[in-house]
């Protein structure tokens, strides 16, 4: 049985993860589950983010589930460059997998949207890009100050990432990708993922392929998110267009993401696109459903198919008996989900 | 009297400029046009992009308008970085200003969001960021090829466009301006961002300040767009969140720009957002708004607000008067805008 490691995390983290963890345990008893204290309050606590013997440990196991890790308190940077872009890193976890679905009984923000329209899954380079952490600061504090930040880009990393989205694209029924870059300003970053997007689309002929400039993928996935099936786009791209699409299908409350290691050389990891929202935490109103949602690609990737395919239809029909509007309150939620994924 | 070149480009950029011109003509006759043939047009027929002599006169005037240049037979980046690029860094404009407005008679994407309600202005960064054109290849065409691209932020470059930011937020009713950036990533490039933005707000007391991460911001574009006022940001940032500000408020077909030189070393630039969209050119389809709102900016960054100000109440006027769903005739909408000014 599997065993997965779970950092519950900081604000309403613990509580969303605990509501996953419901489900996984309805939906397929005996999953081993192993807990870790990382986050703003261990950092605070012990001044550690996240030590090596820990990262050891997590490597040792099938997956990781976290609900969400970071404080104001907390200067910007540390948590998610030494926790969440490190575990990124170092697991390898090149395929950031970013469902977005427009589910019966959510409300789009878009007058003219209907569920069941809006159907695509944004796959986001996870390991390359302006994420790297290649930058520096020169003469800080002096009218002189020059910071850079710099987009590295390998023909090995892009390339694996678009073999994934075609090969999600080509088991999907629209068996479409859509290249997202700025290949007219960003030239070389830009000519390397068009040349790696083109040689494997060959090898998919049944797949079709457009291109789009991120300006251009941002606005259509306002006017017309129906259009897209499976996108592949770079780190940073894939970061704020996985944000717009979470907003047009009912918002990030909903969002569940895979950092994933296809190669399973290290565990993947899955957590809600959500943050640790302070400002409602330890209220139980906290919605969990991005949490569940991101329990069953957890469970999809360890390959239970089924035991995800049956979270994601009990998310479903919590989905279509809310009202717009209704407030919702986190553990009756998992409780519902939980009931119905072990009926 | 004020001498203006005019580059009217490729696709539609023609037929639109023509009726901007037609409004200039109309609300402050006597302004000096000089027509400079630049685009794919010319790349074609001659293998120039911007010849340097050009460039020298285009120096010489006091303001550009440009209607669209770009077709698909062009390679990426050409006309991009040899001629919109190109101008923007030689004639230091490094203001690029986007207001967005969602007009009466506007129909927005957005369910719940009524005309009137939105009325923002990106500030985007023009001469700096990842537009430098720092980058490069190595290893090309094989598997061990690495592409980068650079992003270069001086305190020089941020602290004055943070100051445009500020010194019009000031003149604004609400005075709020909003920085976003990606401080938890992109560490360096964003401390330096957000020192500047600090010192600067410390000279301006009375603008309200906040910060949000790029990917936030581009989801409030869609869920909450009322809540901005004056956005700065980065020229890539800048890039994608103005495209989602023009999507909201009725599409890139209304959105004017300007690339500002607000030291008047050189001459600014004024354009439509949209491209020159060879798919409708030559047909009298395309709405001239964009480039009539972007001759509004030109002739306020002259120093005619007054003129301004009656293009932009006759644009409104055009807008509430128009049915949903309405075909455009380019020249009948000029000329009612022209009409309206002139009166
Ligand atoms: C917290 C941050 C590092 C992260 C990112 O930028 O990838 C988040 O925005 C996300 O999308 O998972
Ligand atoms: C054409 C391109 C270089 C340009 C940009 O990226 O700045 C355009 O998208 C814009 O927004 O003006």
Redesign the interface.
């Known amino acids: 049985m599997a065993r997965i490691a779970v950092v519950a995390g900081d604000g309403i983290g613990p509580e969303v993860v605990a509501e996953a963890r419901k489900v996984i345990d309805a939906v397929l008893p005996g999953v081993e589950a192993t807990e870790y204290d990382l986050g703003a309050a261990r950092y605070h606590r012990t001044g550690e983010v996240l030590p090596d013997s820990v990262l050891t440990e997590l490597a040792g196991h099938d997956a990781i589930l976290l609900g969400a890790v970071g404080d104001p308190t907390v200067p910007?940077?540390v948590l998610?460059?030494g926790l969440l872009?490190k575990l990124r890193f170092s697991f390898d976890q090149y395929v950031n997998l970013r469902p977005s679905r427009l589910w019966p009984g959510v409300?789009?923000?878009?007058?003219?949207v209907k569920p069941g329209e809006v159907d695509l899954v944004v796959v986001r380079e996870g390991t390359e890009g302006?994420?790297a952490g290649a930058?520096?600061?020169l003469?800080r504090?002096?009218?002189?100050?020059?910071?850079?930040?710099?987009?590295?880009?390998?023909?090995?990393g892009v390339e694996r990432v678009v073999r994934d989205a075609f090969a999600r694209a080509s088991r999907r029924e629209r068996r479409k990708v859509t290249l997202v870059h700025?290949?007219?300003?960003?030239?070389?970053?830009?000519?390397?993922w068009a040349?790696a997007f083109e040689a494997v689309a060959a090898e998919y002929p049944d797949v079709s392929t457009e291109y789009q400039h991120?300006?251009?993928a941002?606005?259509f996935l306002?006017?017309q998110p129906q259009r897209y099936d499976v996108v592949v786009t770079d780190n940073?791209f894939g970061?704020?267009?996985?944000?717009?699409a979470?907003?047009?299908t009912g918002?990030?409350g909903l969002a569940a993401s895979g950092s994933i290691n296809p190669d399973g050389t290290y565990p993947s990891m899955f957590e809600p696109v959500h943050g640790s929202a302070p400002d409602i935490a330890g209220r139980g109103v906290a919605d969990p459903v991005a949490a569940v949602l991101s329990a069953a690609l957890l469970l999809d990737q360890l390959g239970h198919a089924d035991a995800a395919a049956r979270i994601t239809a009990a998310v479903g029909a919590e989905l279509a008996a809310r009202t717009p509007g209704e407030a919702v309150r986190t553990a009756e939620v998992g409780d519902r989900i939980a009931a119905q994924v072990a009926a």
Do not use: C, F, Q, W
Not at 184 to 192: D, K, Q
């Open positions: 910007p940077g998610e460059r872009l409300t789009s923000p878009l007058a003219t302006l994420y930058g520096g600061t003469h504090d002096t009218p002189a100050e020059v910071a850079t930040e710099e987009s590295l880009n390998t023909r090995h700025k290949t007219n300003v960003l030239t070389h970053a830009g000519s390397l040349r991120v300006d251009a941002a606005m306002v006017t940073l970061d704020i267009l996985t944000d717009i979470a907003a047009v918002g990030i």
